[in-house]
């Protein structure tokens, strides 16, 4: 079941909560039902907010999505968005994030391309 929830789902988790389907119509408040019981253990490595938790793992939603739909994004600041997935993968596993640094095309990319003046991909 876990495998077939999208990451738009997680990043929803969240988020500020709405109002459920159930008949309890009350505003749910993902901050106190959620994230202090248990969401914030899905970040070890890192003090957080929930709030600064949801923001840039919305961002990254966004980009994968843009990504995804085949959107240009050359006229965004790709050093940024890629400083950004390190960051939110260190909050889960440093070394995971230094796996995907190591291993990772990008940074040589955007070195190239502010070298010569050109886009690469």
């Given amino acids: 079941m876990v495998a077939e ?7 929803s ?3 500020k909560g709405g109002r459920g389907r159930a008949p309890d119509t009350r505003k ?8 202090r019981k ?11 907010s929930r709030v600064q938790a949801h923001q840039p793992l ?6 994968r999505n843009r990504i995804a739909h085949h959107e240009p994004i050359f006229n965004r600041h790709l ?3 890629f400083d950004s997935i390190l960051n939110v993968s260190g909050w889960i ?8 640094r190591h291993h990772s095309r990008v940074e040589n990319l955007l070195a190239c ?6 886009v690469l991909f």
Avoid: E
């Fill in 28 to 35: 749910k408040n993902y901050d106190m039902t959620m994230w």
């Fill in 93 to 100: 596993c440093p070394r995971t994030a230094d796996w995907i």
């Fill in 5 to 11: 929830l999208s990451f738009g789902f997680w990043v």
């Fill in 13 to 15: 988790l969240l988020g």
């Fill in 58 to 63: 919305d961002y990254l939603r966004t980009f």
């Fill in 79 to 81: 050093q940024a968005d």
């Fill in 38 to 48: 248990a969401l914030y253990k899905a970040f070890p490595h890192a003090r957080l």
């Fill in 113 to 118: 391309a502010r070298d010569d003046g050109n």
